[in-house]
């Protein structure tokens, strides 16, 4: 199983980013799967979800209104759509996934599958 996070970059605040993480290994047709962040200095947090048996969840509500979360079953890719970022939105952007997980959960511990990261830098 390898989940493959793309997309993070440089970018002045105002900027969009569009992060992708491709799954290969096992199908995401069915199972949650979700976009954390670590800033600096901080925990590893939970953004957003999406499963096809709730939908999409925003863990995170700085990003409301901001964030789009989406996916494509037959690409097997999950996207994260980031607008008007901010310096804040600063950090290391995972993917995550578990076949186990139906639902989505804002917990790291509840993730088998980790992506290597995307690093997001927003300038001010």
């Known amino acids: 199983v390898q989940l493959q996070a793309s997309g993070g970059g440089l970018v002045r605040a105002g900027g969009s980013l569009r992060l992708s993480c491709a799954v290969s290994?096992?199908?995401?047709?069915?199972?949650?799967i979700g976009w954390f962040r670590r800033a600096p200095g901080k925990e590893r947090e939970g953004v957003s979800c999406?499963?096809?048996?709730?939908?999409?969840?925003v863990f995170e509500d700085s990003v409301k209104g901001r964030f789009t979360i989406s996916k494509d079953n037959a690409k097997n890719t999950v996207y994260l759509q980031m607008n008007d970022l901010k310096p804040e939105d600063t950090a290391v952007y995972y993917c995550?996934?578990?076949?186990?997980?139906?639902?989505?959960?804002?917990?790291?511990?509840?993730?088998?599958?980790w992506g290597q990261g995307t690093l997001v830098t927003v300038s001010s």
């Open positions: 999406i499963s096809d048996s709730d939908g999409t969840t």
């Open positions: 290994g096992f199908t995401l047709d069915g199972y949650a």
């Open positions: 995550a996934s578990d076949p186990r997980l139906l639902i989505c959960s804002p917990h790291n511990n509840e993730y088998l599958y």
